[in-house]
């Protein structure tokens, strides 16, 4: 499962959801960092599964959905420069972040 976001309960993999708050003014670079850290570095990560960046209608809120491996594949994210570059630069225009890791526990579909 590589290069495509599929949430369903029978794959254990590793979710993050990090919610940004920003200023409206900066959404749009908040967007554009998290974008070129994830193409630039994350996705080269082994553990990598997906990530998806949302950008709320009202300006205020950025969200990262990545999916990985596991949680050990996520945490090696912080012991590579680049990416810790990438995600100073996304702290330093937001006005705060909350990152969690989750599991998908319930699926459902129309």
Known sequence: MTGTTTITESARLTTLVNVFTVSPDKQADLVAVLATATDEVMRHVPGFISANIHASTDGT?????????TPDAYQAVF?????????????ALA????????????VHHS
Do not use: C
């Open 95 to 106: 006005e705060g972040f909350e990152p969690n890791l989750y599991t998908v526990e319930s």
């Open 79 to 91: 012991t590579d420069d680049r990416a810790k570059a990438h995600m100073g630069r996304a702290a």
């Open 61 to 69: 809120k950025v969200i990262n959905y990545a999916q990985w491996a």
